[in-house]
């Protein structure tokens, strides 16, 4: 076989295989099924968000309660919606008293009040 079909015949298979994977995108998002509805609230242990990469094209919000259950919800939904932005709402201080932030080498920040 000449070695140009040989180049041929790989560009054709590296083409097909190109294909193939991005028809199986969704394969590498973590949620393959998502909830139309939020459960509990109060069993809510852990949200993780994961935005879109070039594996996932969609936005992913995985949610663990309390007995370990990990679920995913749907980003579309009103309730998820006003669920983040709760979440994501910065905390107003009840207290006026300022803060002064601390750190040493390899550790984490602390604040003393």
Excluded at 26 to 34: A, F, I, R, Y
Excluded at 84 to 99: F, V
Aim: charged residues 20%; proline residues 4%; positive net charge.
């Amino acid at each position: 076989m000449s070695s140009f079909v040989k180049i041929l015949l790989l560009l054709a298979v590296m083409v097909c295989m190109s294909k193939a994977h991005g028809l199986n995108q969704s394969e590498h998002c973590l949620c393959q099924h998502v909830r139309n509805r939020i459960g509990s609230k109060t069993d809510i242990k852990d949200i993780q968000i994961y935005p879109a990469t070039i594996f996932c094209g969609k936005v992913e919000i995985v949610v663990t309660i309390n007995s370990g259950l990990r679920y995913c919800l749907n980003p579309k939904l009103k309730a998820v919606q006003k669920l983040m932005a709760s979440i994501m709402k910065p905390k107003t201080s009840t207290t006026a008293r300022p803060t002064e932030t601390t750190s040493t080498p390899g550790s984490t920040n602390t604040a003393r009040i």
